[in-house]
């Protein structure tokens, strides 16, 4: 996989970095599913991020519902598993990398006030 297709796929798909760790705790747990109150418990989380968090990794396609109310990790594809498996890898060896990718897909204007701050050679 690309270095460039999974930044895409991290700045589009995570909203937050609590989506990241949620998926990152979902896949550690992927043979079960999680309550929301665990999820909360355990990402020491408000219910709010988790909601939110679970929202959009559901629309995602990363994962599903269970009918008891729980969450599991449940990529709609092999290609989103790995991508997700890679995502969860380069955050492991990155974080702050990982993390600024999230922040300035959520708030372009961030990236380009930094941006105004880098001193170029001429």
Known sequence: ??????????????????ALELLCLLRQNRGRGLTHEEMVARLRGS????????ESLTAAGLVLSESDGSIR???VSDDLDRLAADAE???ARSPD???RLIVTA????????ADAFRLRKD
């Open 1 to 18: 996989m690309s270095s460039d297709a999974l930044s895409t796929f991290i700045r589009s798909t995570f909203r937050s970095v609590w």
């Open 47 to 54: 219910d709010l991020v988790v909601s939110q968090s679970v």
């Open 73 to 75: 990790y449940a990529p």
């Open 89 to 91: 890898a380069r955050y």
């Open 97 to 99: 990398a990982v993390r």
């Open 106 to 113: 959520a708030n372009p204007s961030v990236s380009a006030f």
